[in-house]
Structure formats: C-alpha cells, structure tokens
C-alpha cells in the first residue's frame, strides 16, 4: 500500500472510530433516559440533553470537515480558520458530563475535580473539536480498560502550565506496549477490544497544538495519562502566534517529536 493510500486509510479509519464511539455513547444514555435514570420532566432531563446535543454537533462537524476536500489532509491535523480562544474547563465539564452516564453503565464512578483558582486562568487557544476528541478518547480508553473503580479527570496547574490527568483504575499497560501504543491500529499484546486509533488520534492532536502528552502505567494498577499545556507569556495556553503544525505519523512515536 503507497503512503498516499494508507494516510488515507487513516483519516478515514480515524473518522469513522470517533463517529462511531458518539453513536454508542448516544445509545447507552438514550437507553438509561428511557428507563427513567434521569427523571421524567424536561427540568430533570436538560442536563444530559444538552450532553446528547453537543456529542452530536462534534460528530456533525467532524462529517463536515471530512466532507470538505480541502480539509481531508486535517482530519486529525489543523485548520487555521478553525482555531478559537474558548474556556478548557468548560470543555471537560462537557465531557465529563457525556461520559458520566456511560461510566454508571459499567459500574465506574466517574470524577471531575477543579482547582479553585488557576495562576493563568484556563482560557486556550486551539481547535475546540479536536482538542475535545483528544480527551474523549483518553475517557473512553480508561473506560474500556477499567472492570472496577474509578476514573478520575482531572484540571490542575503544574507551576505555570496548565494540565489534564485521567487516571484509573483499570489492567495497566505493560512495558511491551508503552512504546507502541500511540501507533495507528496498535492494539498490544493484552487482547483489545477497540480498534487501535484512539490513543493515536490523542497524540496527533496533541502535537499539533502543542501539547504535551504522556502516560504512566503499572501492570494491574492502572494508568495516568497527561496532557500538558506549555504555559506562554503574553498569550494564551494551546496554539500560539506561529502557523500550526502539521502532524505526521511518525510524531505517534513517543520521543521522536
């Protein structure tokens, strides 16, 4: 397969991974909504309707885009137009809301803890959408590899920097895998039951923006991962002045961007 064809593979791979964990996401709230988790009157049910209705504009705009030619090479990568300064913590509130019902249906609890003040606020700069699928799909690894406890998200500064941990509790990653498992359609050595893109698509948008991503693990414990955004005088947490950069899939190999 030509190298043309295969990154085609991947964008289209990548679309239809996210396109297709918000359908079932959907279904699994829709379900608890129609067997009454979450009341019966419109006042009780808004929270998690206004969940359902953003997890679907994601999906609309990532159609969208792929379905603009000149934008299919930015699938994962990023457009300048699309690029807005917009609050983080608002961003994981939202997804912290979406998952929530999904983690009660396998029995996790899920937590998302703030810090009461931030030394630079939580305002970045970046590609809302993008940067939203980078932690839908951490949320939905730890989902996936966690039978009992807890995920934790969490919003926090480090000095200066800004930083996102997701942390649970679930099988671990081995040391065989840790080098390979931002690799396109990796699935380790411990049977997968997902597709091998998603942690793939987590660092890809990481580096185009600039951040920082990276995983802790021990065997039967369980796994942090880090999204660190680089603190920038004089302007805002994310993408800065400079044109964005554009991804490659050698940058899914941790320590050779």
């Known amino acids: 397969m030509s190298q043309a064809k295969f990154i085609n ?4 791979s990548t679309l239809l ?3 297709s964990n918000a359908v079932v996401s959907e279904s699994v709230i829709l ?4 067997d009454g988790e979450y009341g019966s009157t419109l ?3 808004k929270t998690i309707l206004i969940s359902l209705w953003q997890t679907n504009n994601q999906v609309i705009q990532l159609i969208e885009r792929y379905q603009n030619h000149q934008s299919r090479d930015r699938v994962i990568g990023l457009n300048p137009s699309l690029i807005n300064e917009f609050d983080f913590g608002d961003l994981l509130n939202n997804l912290y809301q979406e998952y929530m019902p999904k983690a009660i249906n396998r029995g996790l609890k899920l937590h998302y803890k703030t ?10 700069k970046g590609d809302a959408t993008h940067l939203y699928r980078m932690c839908s799909n951490l949320l939905q690894n730890a989902l996936s590899y966690t039978e009992t406890g807890d995920i934790l998200l969490r919003l926090l500064n480090q000095g200066d920097d800004l930083v ?5 509790t679930g099988i671990g990653i081995g040391s065989e895998d840790l080098a390979n498992i931002f690799l396109p359609f990796y699935r380790g050595t411990i049977s997968s039951p997902g597709s091998g893109l998603g942690l793939y698509i987590a660092m890809m948008v990481a580096y185009s923006h600039g951040l920082k991503l990276s995983v802790d693990s021990v065997v039967g414990k369980g796994t ?4 660190k955004f680089p603190y920038q005088v004089n302007n805002f947490y994310g993408v800065d002045a400079t044109i964005p950069k554009k991804p490659k ?7 050779r961007h």
């Open 164 to 168: 996102v941990l997701i942390e649970d």
């Open 31 to 34: 379900k608890q909504m129609m």
């Open 224 to 227: 942090i991962f880090t999204i």
């Open 9 to 12: 593979k991947v964008n289209i």
């Open 43 to 45: 006042q009780e049910i």
């Open 17 to 19: 991974h996210d396109v």
């Open 249 to 255: 899939l050698t940058h899914a190999l941790p320590g």
């Open 115 to 124: 810090c009461k003040k931030y030394v630079h606020g939580t305002r970045v």
